[in-house]
Nanobody, 123 residues
């Protein structure tokens, strides 16, 4: 079993940046794939980006790839750099992980989830 702890959320004005971090503690083999998702009330949890440790690959959702960037800081830590934030980016952002060989942004594939960190963008 692993525990995921997110940090770095907060309230910012439109156009500003935030950096989220997620640290996993527990079994390293369960962190081959680490990803960020976000959710607003009444909507499904949507994939933002993932990092696959096995081959170093990174993937971002098409609509976010020019503003958001995921990085794998070490074996058990990922960060999400968010720039040019917009009000529609307001959501609870979750870190997720699993140990499978392949990675996608399908939430049902992830066995481990953090508690989430709130990001609010407003003027």
């Amino acid at each position: 079993q692993i525990e995921l702890v997110e940090s770095g959320g907060g309230s910012v004005q439109p156009g500003r940046s935030l950096r989220l971090s997620c640290v996993a503690s527990g079994l390293p083999h369960d962190t081959n794939c680490m990803a960020w998702f976000r959710q607003v009330p009444g909507k499904e949890r949507g994939g933002v980006a993932y990092s696959l440790r096995r081959d170093g690959s990174l993937f971002h959702a098409d609509s976010l790839q020019r503003r958001f960037a995921i990085s794998r800081d070490n074996q058990t830590t990922v960060s999400l750099e968010m720039t040019g934030l917009r009000p529609e980016d307001t959501a609870v952002h979750y870190c997720a992980a699993h140990g499978n060989r392949w990675c996608t942004l399908s939430a049902h594939e992830f066995a481990h989830w953090g508690q989430g960190t709130q990001v609010t963008v407003s003027s």
